[in-house]
C-alpha cells in the first residue's frame, strides 16, 4: 500500500518531466532504485546469515551506487543503504 502511493506521487511529480526526457535523471533514478532494491530484497536473509552470497549483494549495491554517484554527485549520500546492511 505505501509502495504504491509512494510510486504514484513520484510518477505524479511535477518535476517527473525531466525523468522522462533526454537528462541524466533518468538513468540516476532506475541505477539509484536498483541497488535500494538489491541492498534490502535479501536483507532478512543477510540478518539471519543464511544467505550465501551476502556479501555479493552488498558488492552489487554498492556497484550500482557507485555507477549512481558518477552520474549524479548527490547519490553519494545514498552509501547509507549498503553501510547499513554491512553494520
Known sequence: EMAYISALLFIFNPASIFHISNYSESLFILLTFMGIYVAFQHYEEFLEGNSQFQIFYVFLASILFAISVSIRSN???YIIFPGYMIF
Open 75 to 77: 547519490a553519494l549520500f
